[in-house]
């Protein structure tokens, strides 16, 4: 878990805390944590000024976000669990860096791009459909779509240029797939016009 001081530096980049970093889990500390979960989390009984598992992920996400795009948001990009709070507090884990990096790529490649399915709890993974272990209950998938994917031969495109992006492993569309060990087709129906991207 992240030092007082850690997360003092993180929530003062991200414009929750005002005060010194000093590593003192003070009152403005406490307040930064509250103000972070009041603009993300989902549910009333998440929102304790409390610094625990669920706020560690949702500041690393925040953190991330930021950090690593130019111009994506949370909520505006639906980056947090689908079920909005249902069955999780919307961060069942943290969005990994290197994820958002080449989400972002795919943008400044393919233009503006839209967020399906990005972070999922056991239970929404379950109710969607998603395998077991799917790497969205992890943070390490995406699915997106853009003005160009509902064409096969452009989403083929997009596949392939994701598989040249740093710690790509799979990605596929309805209608083909891509992995460090070759290509094919595959039907995705239920993926219409998105785009799958996961990362090691």
């Known amino acids: 878990m992240l030092s007082v001081k850690e997360r003092q530096e993180r929530l003062k980049y991200l414009g929750f805390y005002k005060g ?3 590593g003192k889990e003070d009152a403005a ?3 930064a944590y509250l103000d972070l979960q009041k603009t ?3 549910n009333k009984k ?3 000024g409390k610094y625990g598992n669920d706020t560690e992920k949702l500041l690393y996400t925040a953190y991330n976000v930021k950090k690593y795009t130019k111009n994506f948001d949370i909520k505006k990009d639906h980056l947090y669990c689908g079920c909005k709070g ?6 069942p884990d943290f969005v990994r860096a290197s994820l958002l990096k080449n989400l972002q ?3 400044d490649k393919f233009g503006a791009t839209s967020v399906t399915s990005m972070l999922r709890c056991k239970k929404w993974n379950s109710i969607v459909g998603g395998v077991i272990n799917s790497k969205h209950t992890k943070g ?5 779509y853009n003005s160009g994917t509902g064409a096969l031969a452009k989403r083929k495109t997009e596949v392939n240029y ?3 992006l740093p710690s790509a492993t799979y990605s596929y569309c309805n209608g083909y797939y891509k992995n460090k060990s070759g290509s094919g087709k595959k039907t995705a129906p239920n993926m219409g016009k998105s785009i799958h991207g996961d990362i090691s």
């Open 162 to 164: 994701w598989l040249t």
């Open 86 to 91: 249902k069955y999780c507090t919307g961060f």
């Open 29 to 31: 500390t406490k307040k």
């Open 46 to 48: 998440d929102m304790d």
């Open 20 to 22: 010194k970093i000093n």
């Open 140 to 144: 390490l998938a995406v699915d997106f």
């Open 105 to 107: 790529s795919i943008r």
């Open 40 to 42: 993300y989390f989902f």
